[in-house]
């Protein structure tokens, strides 16, 4: 296999010594394989799967979690069936949700702690603190004394 994928261009390939070919392919078409005969290009393509299918002439059938895709009308990879999670969920159906507080990736500041939940995470602000204008901001105690 010399190219691969989706092409989504028109393009002038020039592959081994000066031979070159110009591709015209178009989104919804997959390429996975070119072969070479005669040191002529030909590109195999296909339409692109709908519907959840993957494979050549799309005879596989996705299982991923539509509600935890990146996209619900098509959640796996048109061509290898890899499912494709939202930013929330990975696995190989999308169904283990990402602990951002776990691995680092929350936005949390100094003053709150990060809390796991479906779908993200939140910041509540720690003790001693409450939210100000978008921020933990430290709570100010006055003690006035009554003589």
Not at 13 to 25: D, P, Q, T
Not at 39 to 59: D, E, L, Q, R
Request: net charge negative; aromatic share 10%.
């Amino acid at each position: 296999m010399l190219l691969s994928g989706y092409i989504v261009s028109v393009q002038q390939l020039c592959l081994i010594e000066g031979m070159c070919v110009v591709a015209i392919v178009y989104a919804s078409l997959y390429c996975p394989d070119v072969k070479v005969i005669h040191h002529i290009y030909i590109f195999v393509c296909f339409t692109a799967c709908p519907s959840n299918k993957f494979g050549k002439a799309c005879v596989g059938t996705c299982n991923c979690n539509a509600t935890n895709a990146a996209n619900a009308a098509q959640t796996c990879n048109a061509a290898t069936g890899v499912c494709v999670c939202n930013q929330y969920w990975m696995g190989t159906t999308c169904d283990t949700d990402i602990d951002e507080c776990t691995a680092g990736t929350h936005t949390c500041t100094a003053d709150s702690t990060c809390a796991n939940r479906v779908n993200g995470y939140d910041c509540p602000c720690d003790r001693g603190f409450i939210l100000n204008s978008g921020a933990c901001a430290g709570i100010m105690f006055r003690v006035f004394f009554v003589l």
